[in-house]
């Protein structure tokens, strides 16, 4: 196995594409590069640019890694410990190589806020790492305001036949900015808890969930993810919270606010290690969770995940 590429620090370019045939000559060539150089290869994109890739690369494929986007990266908070960690840290031996499209035309408007922390926090999450992660946006169908934000998270832009350092690269800034409240709708049932009262918050939390057509599995889900909001609030969030619950389109949403304050833009996208006691809560409402976001502010954190119904 070749280790030319080792010890390089961690890389992560915009691809700006304009149709299949930029689409395909922007990463295609890239994971040739990788397969050639023995670097661990995966490809995390929408389904039907998975298909152009695997034709782009032909008999190529053996070793690489294929993952819809759109289903494993649907919560964007899943992505960076279960999609991009996942990888690289199955394969700390030699230099990894992602071709990973989080921002496909078609997602929502309140995703795309959590969409842009993401791509910020790879920044962060992969300092010092031996990872190259290319992550392709299509300038023809997304917003000028989606590829401006795309500037701000990754520190180089290929665009064409152009690769250039990008001069409003400023990924803090990105998280600070999609800090967003979160206001709720003003029919939104609610429940005060504290420490005595996490049986009765889940309770409600259960009963409001069925009432709005949430059933089986996805049910489950919501059971999970409460619980361990809520007790996050009673442990490291002041004693108390309060738990909202409503529906929005074909979405039921739960909501815990607290007076914690939410240090660790980090927290719940690391994989948790076997023998770590604690800190997983977080982490399991991102992998249950369609979609996560947080606004926290100097009077408390609000966490809002969202369940398909």
Same mark, same amino acid.
Not at 119 to 129: G, H, K, V
Not at 229 to 244: D, E, K, W
Not at 271 to 298: E, K, N
């Given at each position: 196995?070749?280790?030319?590429?080792?010890?390089?620090?961690?890389?992560?370019?915009?691809?700006?594409?304009?149709?299949?045939?930029?689409?395909?000559?922007?990463?295609?060539?890239?994971?040739?590069?990788?397969?050639?150089?023995?670097?661990? *290869?995966?490809?995390? *994109?929408?389904?039907?640019?998975?298909?152009?890739?695997?034709?782009?690369?032909?008999?190529?494929?053996?070793? #690489?890694?294929?993952?819809?986007?759109?289903?494993? !990266?649907?919560?964007?908070?899943?992505?960076?410990? !279960? /999609?991009?960690?996942?990888?690289?840290?199955?394969?700390?031996?030699?230099?990894?190589?992602?071709?990973?499209?989080?921002?496909?035309?078609?997602?929502?408007? *309140?995703?795309?806020?959590?969409?842009?922390?993401?791509?910020?926090?790879?920044?962060?999450?992969?300092?010092?790492?031996?990872?190259?992660?290319?992550?392709?946006?299509?300038?023809?169908?997304? &917003?000028?305001? *989606?590829?401006?934000?795309?500037?701000?998270?990754?520190? #180089?832009?290929?665009?064409?036949?152009?690769?250039?350092?990008?001069?409003?690269?400023?990924?803090?800034?990105?998280?600070?900015?999609?800090?967003?409240?979160?206001?709720?709708?003003?029919?939104?049932?609610?429940? /005060?808890?504290?420490?005595?009262? +996490?049986?009765?918050?889940?309770?409600?939390?259960?009963?409001?969930?069925?009432? +709005?057509?949430?059933?089986?599995?996805?049910?489950?889900?919501?059971?999970?993810?409460? &619980?361990?909001?809520?007790?996050?609030?009673?442990?490291?969030?002041?004693?108390? !919270?309060?738990?909202?619950?409503?529906?929005?389109?074909?979405?039921?949403?739960?909501?815990?606010?607290?007076?914690?304050?939410?240090?660790?833009? +980090?927290?719940?996208?690391?994989?948790?290690?076997?023998?770590?006691?604690?800190?997983?809560?977080?982490? +399991? /409402?991102?992998?249950?969770?369609?979609?996560?976001?947080?606004?926290?502010?100097?009077?408390?954190?609000?966490?809002?995940?969202?369940?398909?119904?």
């Amino acid at each position: 196995m070749s280790t030319a590429t080792r010890g390089r620090p961690f890389a992560h370019p915009a691809l700006f594409y304009r149709g299949e045939e930029q689409y395909t000559a922007g990463t295609v060539p890239f994971l040739r590069e990788g397969l050639a150089a023995g670097e661990a *290869v995966a490809v995390a *994109v929408p389904g039907p640019h998975l298909d152009l890739i695997r034709a782009g690369l032909g008999a190529g494929t053996d070793g #690489v890694r294929f993952l819809d986007i759109t289903e494993v !990266g649907r919560n964007p908070g899943r992505i960076i410990p !279960g /999609v991009l960690r996942a990888f690289a840290d199955a394969h700390t031996d030699r230099r990894v190589r992602i071709v990973g499209e989080p921002m496909w035309p078609g997602r929502s408007a *309140v995703e795309y806020p959590a969409c842009v922390q993401h791509e910020a926090l790879i920044n962060s999450a992969f300092a010092d790492r031996d990872v190259t992660i290319l992550c392709p946006y299509d300038a023809d169908r997304l &917003a000028p305001g *989606v590829l401006a934000d795309a500037r701000t998270t990754h520190p #180089v832009l290929i665009d064409g036949d152009a690769r250039l350092p990008s001069a409003a690269y400023d990924p803090q800034g990105a998280i600070a900015r999609y800090n967003e409240p979160l206001p709720h709708p003003p029919g939104a049932a609610s429940v /005060v808890f504290d420490a005595g009262e +996490l049986p009765k918050s889940r309770y409600f939390a259960v009963q409001e969930a069925e009432r +709005l057509g949430l059933a089986g599995v996805r049910l489950q889900d919501l059971t999970l993810a409460v &619980a361990e909001l809520t007790t996050n609030s009673v442990l490291h969030g002041g004693g108390s !919270g309060t738990l909202r619950i409503w529906a929005e389109d074909e979405r039921i949403v739960c909501e815990v606010r607290d007076q914690g304050r939410f240090m660790d833009a +980090l927290a719940g996208r690391r994989p948790a290690s076997r023998d770590q006691p604690g800190g997983r809560g977080l982490l +399991l /409402v991102h992998h249950v969770a369609d979609l996560v976001r947080v606004h926290t502010a100097p009077d408390g954190t609000t966490i809002r995940f969202y369940l398909a119904r």
